[in-house]
């Protein structure tokens, strides 16, 4: 059974900085572009970062631009958000996405037919 878990969502002050975790079992990670997403209470989803199969291509929102960083181990089938410089508009429900394969983070940014998705994590950004 395939599952993802997100781990690491909190309260943080605005200007502070998170990491999210994201925690695959009953896949082989490497396989896998993971995509990023959020969705703040009222609003759509929307895509944030997608980073591919490899770490080697990754591609973010243009509001996240500069302040987030996706990376991955797949050694140990986790794929990583850092978050810096937060702000209350980066307050959400964060989820990552799993799609099976190897085009670039440019490729799978932003579409929405990812094969697992995760329950998500809550970041509340507070000034």
């Known amino acids: 059974q395939v599952q993802l878990v997100e781990s690491g969502g909190t309260l943080v002050q605005a200007g502070g900085s998170l990491k999210i975790s994201c925690a695959a079992s009953?896949?082989?990670?490497?396989?896998?572009?993971i995509g990023w997403f959020r969705q703040a209470s009222g609003k759509d989803r929307e895509a944030v970062a997608t980073?591919?199969?490899?770490?080697?291509?990754?591609q973010y929102a243009e509001s996240v631009k500069g302040r987030f960083t996706a990376s991955r181990d797949n050694t140990k089938n986790t794929v990583y958000l850092q978050m810096n410089n937060l702000i209350p508009a980066d307050t959400a429900v964060y989820y990552c996405?799993?799609?099976?394969?190897?085009?670039?983070?440019?490729?799978?940014?932003?579409?929405?037919?990812?094969?697992?998705w995760g329950q998500g994590t809550q970041v509340t950004v507070f000034s």
């Open positions: 009953g896949l082989t990670l490497e396989n896998y572009a």
């Open positions: 980073i591919s199969h490899s770490g080697q291509s990754t």
């Open positions: 996405a799993a799609r099976l394969g190897s085009g670039s983070a440019q490729f799978y940014f932003g579409r929405s037919r990812y094969d697992y």
